[in-house]
């Protein structure tokens, strides 16, 4: 019979969250080494926000991946395992080979899940034959070579109708797609759509006026509620539903950038931790479980009510942390997250405009000028300064 390891701090999910709490966790309580565990079968880690610029043929997709060893931070332990199930009743986790870890308090943090097979035709259509998706390390590569070779015809770009990591990458790839034609000459001759589930191009009005002008000026033809629902790659045709009408629309396309629909992890939604619709359910402010004082959620698996980023998370954190440690020492819980997101919606190959906005869909910006706008020193942000900043200061627990 296996011994029970135990910890003060266990973290299911050493991505972007787990790593950046764990981080923050250790500096803020240097006592607090050799009592943190992060649970995590990955060897590697992805800096998943510069994909979409991998796709467009901007950065290599080497440049995005690290070793998941280099990142644990000191004073932590790394369990290379996938947990499965959960006993918050007795504050335990049990891993897939059957390891129990007891810990005083959870931290979780184990992403989102990419219902790759919930698109009929797609496992069998992806990274071939014009069909093409960012949301894979494996796939993102395939992109910029379908972008590379367009010589002209339909350009298909979809948006699916669940939650999703960064609500805005589906139409970044598109807007660098126009680009991309026109530098190459093929857009006289071509034709971009985005079929997406939503009802609007985005959710917060100030950033969604400018969009609708860059939509307008590129000559972008928007179909809006379509579901994309089963690709028939043989035909090299994408079959949609209306979610309002119910009504079925087939488009043929020479190229398919498909965003496919996304879950809480199951491992998750099956467990007693969920709410209704199976995510981690926690305050949304002080990011607390509603049912185990003692456990805590943050980023893509948490029911926040705010748009899924990593920018989100860079401000969950230090607020998590702060309450972890408030539990931990028996006193109120003070700090407060207020839904703060970000957005960098990239329009073109040097023009960025960098959305920012809190629970009640307010701009809450950064700069001291009107983000709505497009620019080349926000494009620059984005692509230079932000993988910087998440390397050597948010994943070491310094911002
Ligand atoms: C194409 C694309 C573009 C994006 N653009 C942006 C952007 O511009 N700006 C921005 O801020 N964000 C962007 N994002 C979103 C951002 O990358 C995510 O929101 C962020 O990485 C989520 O962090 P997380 O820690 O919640 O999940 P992840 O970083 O995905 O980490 C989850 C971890 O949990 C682990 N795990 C899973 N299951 C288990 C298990 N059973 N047991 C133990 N561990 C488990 C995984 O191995 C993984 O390491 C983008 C994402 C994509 C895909």
Same mark, same amino acid.
């Given at each position: 019979m296996s011994s029970i390891r135990k910890f003060c701090v266990a973290i299911v999910g050493g991505g972007s969250a787990g790593i950046m709490v764990a981080a923050r966790l250790l500096r803020a309580r240097p006592s607090l080494r050799g009592s943190i565990a992060i649970i995590d079968p990955a060897d590697k880690h992805y800096y998943q926000p510069l994909w979409t610029l991998v796709g467009a043929g901007v950065v290599s997709k080497e440049k995005t991946e690290r070793e998941e060893a280099s990142l644990i931070p000191k004073g932590a332990t790394w369990i290379k395992e996938s947990i499965e199930s959960f006993f918050p009743e007795m504050n335990q986790v049990c891993t897939a080979q059957g390891e129990k870890i007891q810990y005083d308090y959870l931290v979780v943090s184990a992403g989102i899940e990419i219902g790759w097979d919930k698109i009929k035709g797609l496992p069998e259509a992806i990274g071939k034959g014009g069909v093409c998706s960012n949301y894979s390390y494996e796939h993102v590569s395939y992109t910029w070579e379908c972008l590379r070779t367009f010589s002209g015809g339909t350009a298909i770009f979809t948006h699916p109708n669940t939650p999703i990591k960064c609500g805005g990458a589906p139409q970044k790839i598109m807007y660098l797609a126009d680009d991309h034609m026109r530098k190459a000459k093929v857009r006289s001759h071509s034709q971009i759509i985005f079929a997406s589930a939503n009802a609007s191009i985005f959710a917060v009005k100030k950033y969604a006026d400018s969009l609708q002008n860059v939509i307008n000026r590129k000559n972008i033809h928007t179909n809006f509620r379509w579901n994309l629902i089963e690709i028939l790659s043989k035909k090299k045709e994408a079959l949609f539903v209306h979610l309002d009408t119910k009504e079925l629309h087939t488009l043929s396309y020479d190229m398919l950038h498909v965003v496919p629909p996304m879950f809480p992890p199951r491992f998750i939604r099956e467990s007693p931790l969920a709410d209704e619709a199976g995510w981690v359910e926690i305050d949304a402010a002080t990011l607390q479980h509603r049912r185990y004082p003692n456990i805590f959620s943050l980023g893509d698996c948490s029911n926040l009510p705010t748009s899924k980023t990593g920018a989100a998370i860079r401000k969950q954190a230090?607020? !998590?942390?702060?309450?972890?440690?408030?539990?931990? *020492? %028996?006193?109120?819980?003070?700090?407060?997250?207020?839904?703060?997101?970000?957005?960098?919606?990239?329009?073109?190959?040097?023009?960025?405009?960098?959305?920012?906005?809190?629970?009640? !869909?307010?701009?809450?910006?950064?700069?001291?000028? *009107? %983000?709505?706008?497009?620019?080349?020193?926000?494009y620059r942000v984005k692509k230079d300064l932000l993988p910087l900043l998440y390397w050597r200061a948010m994943m070491k627990g310094r911002m």
């Open positions: 230090p607020v !998590l942390v702060a309450n972890l440690l408030a539990v931990m *020492d %028996q006193q109120t819980l003070s700090a407060r997250y207020d839904g703060y997101t970000s957005c960098p919606l990239v329009t073109g190959y040097n023009r960025l405009i960098l959305a920012e906005f809190d629970y009640k !869909l307010e701009p809450r910006e950064t700069f001291p000028f *009107d %983000q709505a706008k497009e620019r080349y020193s926000m």
